[in-house]
């Protein structure tokens, strides 16, 4: 997937007000619209303003796109990277691809994830608007609960119509078992209200950072766990890191790579608690001495007839 550079396709610089993009947007649509225009590939270029109009126009789609276009060029391989919109507040309002909108996958790919609420209206007494906010925390954090400081970047329009990111910091408490997905309510921190209305509250979506070692399916917890080949063909006990604390881990004899060991209890807090599963994975030690040749030219000969690729023969 190609990263799109939505400034060049509406022929602006990426400093435009608002003001500029919404008029070289409405001459690109007059000169492009199916239904007069005698240009080539007339309804592909519509789709492809209409496109770079919907990332643009709204500040909230342009400030996310600007912090993740710092990286790209138009043309270059593009892979969103993991938790990229994380930190940003946004406002009730959908996120996602409106109604009968047929977007790329390069904008469905940043955008389509994220559908909200409508935005509250503004009335004389009317309450804010609910904010949402996604948030990466440590799955260590979601164990044990936490009291963590979360910076928060809130996409503005400033005086001179250009948009920018300013930033506050809220102290969060992470409940014990908080899951993936979970949205935790702060009461009070959304949009302000108007002529005295209560301000709405911010949701915070929760997601969990890359971890080296552990990774989460709803409550479950998986570890890749490596083991010698004898560990794994005699059985022993092994510690084993759980995002709580190691654990004493038994190896049945006669195992082999890709067995699940399950450690009830031990994924996510909860009522019930989820399992951990420990992977086996056999790391066989380097042969980088004689002794260590010896011991497995030993082997071969011990086990002539073994063959570790009977399965693709079969």
């Known amino acids: 997937m190609e990263f799109k550079d939505y400034y060049a396709t509406l022929g602006v610089e990426r400093s435009a007000t608002q003001d500029e993009i919404k008029r070289a947007y409405r001459k690109l649509a007059r000169k492009y619209h199916p239904d007069v225009s005698k240009e080539p ?9 209409a496109e770079a109009y919907e990332a643009l126009n709204d500040p909230e789609k342009r400030a996310a796109y600007n912090d993740i276009g710092q990286r790209y060029q138009r043309g270059q391989e593009f892979h969103p990277p993991p938790g990229w919109d994380s930190g940003f507040e946004f406002s009730g309002r959908d996120f996602g691809p409106g109604e009968g909108m047929d977007f790329s996958d390069f904008f469905a790919s940043l955008f389509g994830r994220h559908t909200r609420g409508a935005r509250a209206h503004d009335t004389m007494h009317a309450a804010g608007g609910d904010h949402h ?3 990466l925390i440590d799955l260590e954090d979601a164990y044990r ?6 910076s928060l970047r809130v996409p503005v329009v400033d005086a001179q119509g250009q948009v920018t990111l300013q930033e506050r910091q809220l102290d969060v408490n992470i409940p ?9 309510r702060l009461a009070g921190q959304g949009g302000p ?5 209560p301000a709405g509250d911010l949701y915070l979506e929760i997601a969990f950072k890359p971890h080296p070692h552990f990774r ?4 479950d917890v998986y570890l890749d766990l490596a083991v010698a ?8 006990t092994v510690m084993a890191p759980t995002p709580d604390g190691g654990v004493q881990l038994t190896i049945p004899p006669g195992s082999s790579s890709g067995r699940k060991l399950r450690l009830k209890g031990k994924g996510l807090p909860g009522n019930p608690p989820g399992d951990m599963y420990a992977v086996l994975g056999i790391t066989a030690p380097p042969a980088e001495s004689p002794a260590a040749k010896d011991a497995y030219a030993a082997l071969a000969r011990i086990f002539p007839h073994f063959n570790p690729r009977s399965a693709l023969e079969a």
């Not at 989460?216 to 409550?219: H, T």
């Not at 080949?229 to 022993?236: I, N, S, T, Y």
């Open 133 to 135: 906010a996604k948030v």
């Open 216 to 219: 989460v399916d709803g409550r």
């Open 229 to 236: 080949p004898w560990e794994a063909a005699l059985g022993a």
């Open 145 to 150: 609960g936490a009291r963590r400081t979360i």
């Open 176 to 184: 014990k078992g908080v899951r993936e997905g979970q949205h935790l």
């Open 41 to 49: 590939n007339a309804e592909a270029r519509f789709k492809e303003v």
């Open 193 to 197: 209200g108007h002529g005295g209305g």
